[in-house]
């Protein structure tokens, strides 16, 4: 198990991400494309230094 925020999407393991029902448990379809869209953007910053993906 792991634990995942929802500011930048980390788990509580390192260079781990988590969004969607992994995150929340299952939920809306909706919630889920959010999060991961959400989760790229984080990760995208983290790995690049800057990122240009919406929030």
């Given at each position: 198990?792991?634990?995942?925020?929802?500011?930048?999407?980390?788990?509580?393991?390192d260079r781990l991400y988590a969004a969607g029902d992994v995150r929340r448990g299952q939920s809306l379809v909706v919630w889920a494309i959010r999060e991961g869209r959400q989760a790229?953007?984080?990760i995208d910053e983290a790995l690049m230094g800057t990122t240009v993906l919406p929030r």
């Open positions: 198990n792991v634990e995942a925020n929802d500011r930048d999407y980390r788990t509580s393991v790229a953007r984080s």
